[in-house]
């Protein structure tokens, strides 16, 4: 039974006993859903509700002899045994054996489904991250989002959500004049000109463009510019791409800001938020009037010499975003970007959506690296791929998974190459391996996941396993509704934590030439649930699940 079972029948009971007049209760107040919670003491029972001391002055009693009305329907759910009331009124209960065992079953049954659900069906989310200027490789200041804004993206699919990942190509504007400058001097032997960029990748990239158009120096500047700055992007953005695919992040969109220009979307824009009564001139400059919406002041849209501001390309395309269906936007920004969130808000607002609902913005904390070093390419920062080269994609994904975005975080690369119980994710990947390896040794045995008696898993580690193998989708629904990855990466080392437990105390395959019982052949169930879902959990954060370390 999962926690989400017994909710649905606590609820049952309770209708129930509203319908018969046990409770005075009007149906509308009974939750479709009941909270259930592990009991910090496990002896209390093996799940718990305080839905009468919440219900309870409504019905117009207290919560003891609401709790008391109750627990009687909850002893007739099939595969409780035991209902027990607590304090002023918590219902501590306790389930069979055989209905905690059957869960193992269903979990390799439904293999990589197994903590899927419906929470988000029916939302159409657009996710924007990352969305680096093309005139660099990644670095470490992109790493978090890269980790967490894909994860994200996953646990909300894994809710039912429909999802798209966008990644916003900041390629319009003065950044890729000077981008193109600093290819076009190291081309030609001379220094980077002064605000440009450093490094051999711009040398690097300079290579490139000769490649792709060898009369490139033949030309002159006026004419060489344009040629070096569309195949200069194009091969940084080849590399940009790259990095991502080697850290495991998949994009369905990477979205032109170039193109909003080129197809008029600007001035589009200006002229819908004007139909809306929120543009005014001022000063010879066309502006938003983002205060009526929370905005500290207003925004410029057009300056005085006809100039579009990037705000105005923000609003153009959050509008983009608007007419593409996506009835919720999520951007995930960097820390120096809380300014952004009211005038995003605003620009959400100033377009006829609700800013409580159709626009959210998150905020990541920096994250360094002890004894990181600098890019040997780029000079003056720390490349992603350089992280990944060191570190290994999953032990950055997966460090970088366990922390709340919001709280600044420093890795420990010593940690992080340690093959010891020490380093969170070898501890959950080794679980995983470890779980592969003793069903391989089952199945040497003779061993096969044939008869399956859920009542033979009545032992103390099987109990607490499987209660962490349970609560597993209420975790993902969490994750996804809170837009926190992490939650999902903590559980997975309770659940390691569990498995080896388990392992130690209990034999999948028999002792020497003992005969295969049905308990082994159970037990290897519930080994083959462990490894289901490591690995369904690992895949939500974008990291391997081993078959062997």
Same mark, same amino acid.
């Given at each position: ?85 607590? #304090? /002023?009124?918590?219902?501590?209960? @306790?389930?069979? =054996? $055989?209905?905690?065992?059957?869960? %193992? &079953? !269903? ?28 005139? #660099? /490789?990644?670095?470490?200041?992109? @790493?978090?989002? =890269? $980790?967490?804004?894909?994860?994200? %993206? &996953? !646990? ?394």
């Amino acid at each position: 039974m999962t926690p989400e079972e017994l909710s649905l029948a606590i609820s049952a009971c309770l209708k129930d006993a509203v319908d018969a007049g046990e409770i005075a209760l009007s149906s509308s107040a009974v939750p479709d859903e009941v909270r259930v919670e592990r009991p910090k003491n496990r002896d209390h029972g093996d799940w718990a509700t305080n839905i009468a001391l919440q219900l309870a002055k409504q019905a117009g009693t207290n919560p003891r002899e609401f709790a008391t009305v109750l627990s009687a329907r909850l002893k007739s759910i099939d595969g409780v045994s035991a209902v027990d009331i607590a #304090g /002023p009124g918590f219902l501590n209960i @306790t389930v069979d =054996a $055989a209905t905690a065992g059957a869960l %193992a &079953r !269903v979990i390799v049954e439904a293999g990589h489904q197994y903590g899927t659900n419906n929470a988000l069906a029916g939302h159409t989310v657009n996710m924007e991250f990352v969305s680096a200027n093309p005139t #660099g /490789p990644l670095h470490i200041g992109h @790493t978090r989002w =890269a $980790a967490l804004g894909d994860s994200i %993206a &996953r !646990v909300l699919r894994a809710s039912g959500a429909d999802v798209t990942a966008e990644y916003y190509i900041n390629d319009a504007g003065s950044q890729m004049n000077v981008f193109a400058n600093s290819v076009y001097s190291r081309l030609h032997g001379l220094p980077v000109p002064d605000g440009g960029y450093p490094g051999q990748y711009i040398a690097d990239l300079g290579h490139e463009v000769l490649t792709e158009h060898p009369d490139i120096r033949e030309l002159t500047e006026v004419a060489a510019l344009p040629v070096i700055r569309a195949a200069a992007y194009k091969a940084q953005m080849k590399d940009i791409k790259a990095t991502l695919a080697d850290f495991g992040v998949e994009f369905d969109v990477f979205f032109s800001e170039q193109e909003l220009h080129d197809a008029g979307a600007i001035e589009s824009a200006v002229a819908r938020l004007r139909e809306q009564g929120h543009v005014f001139d001022d000063g010879g400059a066309v502006w938003l009037r983002t205060t009526d919406f929370g905005d500290d002041k207003d925004r410029v849209m057009i300056r005085a010499n006809g100039e579009p501001t990037y705000f105005a390309a923000d609003a153009a395309y959050y509008l983009s975003k608007k007419d593409r269906g996506f009835t919720e936007k999520i951007y995930l920004l960097g820390a120096d970007h809380h300014g952004y969130i009211n005038r995003l808000k605003a620009i959400a607002a100033c377009a006829g959506d609700d800013p409580e609902v159709n626009i959210e913005v998150l905020i990541g904390q920096l994250v360094s690296v002890n004894g990181a070093k600098l890019s040997k390419r780029a000079g003056n920062i720390i490349e992603l791929k350089d992280l990944i080269d060191w570190l290994g994609k999953d032990a950055v994904r997966y460090s970088l998974a366990r922390f709340p975005a919001d709280s600044p975080l420093t890795l420990d690369p010593e940690l992080l190459k340690k093959h010891s119980n020490e380093n969170p994710v070898f501890y959950v990947q080794y679980a995983h391996a470890r779980s592969r390896g003793a069903a391989r040794n089952a199945v040497d045995a003779g061993v096969e996941r044939s008869a399956f008696d859920a009542s033979l898993l009545d032992h103390a580690t099987e109990n607490e396993l499987l209660s962490y193998l349970g609560s597993y989708p209420s975790i993902v629904a969490k994750a996804a509704e809170l837009r926190e990855p992490h939650r999902v990466a903590r559980h997975l080392e309770t659940i390691a934590g569990a498995y080896h437990r388990w392992y130690d105390a209990c034999r999948i395959a028999p002792m020497g030439d003992e005969a295969v019982t049905d308990v082994n052949r159970t037990r290897l169930w519930l080994n083959d649930a462990t490894s289901q879902v490591l690995a369904n959990g690992l895949d939500l954060l974008g990291v391997s699940a081993p078959e062997r370390m």
